[in-house]
């Protein structure tokens, strides 16, 4: 489950509240105004609607300013935010669409609300810089396939075992060439693309690189 989700109330909510100051703020200077006339008004008080919805904002507001590799809590889009790469999400492909085209299909289970997934997120990363158009990187949040019965091959779900984050590598043909969850190598990510797509390993690549998700984004992105 996601334990700290912000109700998606929350942003209307703020939106009210901020009208809502801004006109009571320009009310109370007008009727200053009116009972002391323009001369006698404060300069500051014409700038207490955009100050008091400022303060309002900075105080409701959850953001990147509050983003945390620390915590379970959800603080957006873990790949912007983690990985400065949002365009990984949504994926451009689903798995049946791989599979119908026989491409590969890179299988990325995750949650935007855990620390293990965003410090995950930059790997992912790599693999799309790596391997670009060459496979299909579908990136998946787990909580729609939670509960549900999976529906053959072509359903993510059937590859899933219930661990974040999992990456499961399926060829053309629908043959399985890696699975595996937690700490994971990316080396042993790479071979494993090679050997479904037929192409070489990246340039560079240096074989038994060890890639936790415990580590930083530059100890990940970094690699020689």
């Avoid at 090679?194 to 690699?223: K, M, Y």
Wanted: some cysteine; hydrophobic content about 45%.
């Amino acid at each position: 489950m996601a334990p700290d989700r912000p109700s998606p109330l929350l942003a209307p909510l703020l939106v009210a509240a901020v009208v809502a100051t801004v006109a009571f703020a320009t009310v109370l200077r007008s009727a200053f105004v009116r009972c002391q006339g323009p001369r006698h008004a404060p300069r500051a008080l014409s700038l207490a609607p955009l100050a008091l919805a400022l303060m309002l904002s900075l105080s409701l507001l959850p953001g990147a300013a509050h983003a945390s590799l620390e915590n379970d809590r959800f603080d957006g889009n873990i790949f912007s935010l983690y990985a400065g790469n949002g365009s990984l999400v949504p994926p451009r492909s689903t798995l049946a669409q791989a599979l119908g085209s026989h491409r590969t299909a890179v299988l990325v289970f995750y949650l935007d609300d855990s620390s293990v997934s965003k410090r995950f997120a930059p790997v992912v990363s790599e693999l799309q810089r790596q391997w670009g158009n060459s496979i299909d990187l579908i990136p998946l949040v787990t909580d729609p396939l939670q509960g549900r019965p999976e529906q053959g091959p072509t359903d993510p779900a059937h590859y899933w075992k219930g661990e974040i984050p999992q990456v499961v590598v399926v060829d053309g043909d629908g043959r399985v060439r890696f699975d595996a969850a937690g700490s994971m190598e990316l080396a042993a990510i790479d071979a494993a693309i090679s050997e479904a797509t037929g192409l070489p390993l990246p340039a560079g690549e240096r074989a038994g690189a060890t890639i936790s998700i415990n580590e930083l984004n530059r100890e990940v992105l970094n690699q020689p």
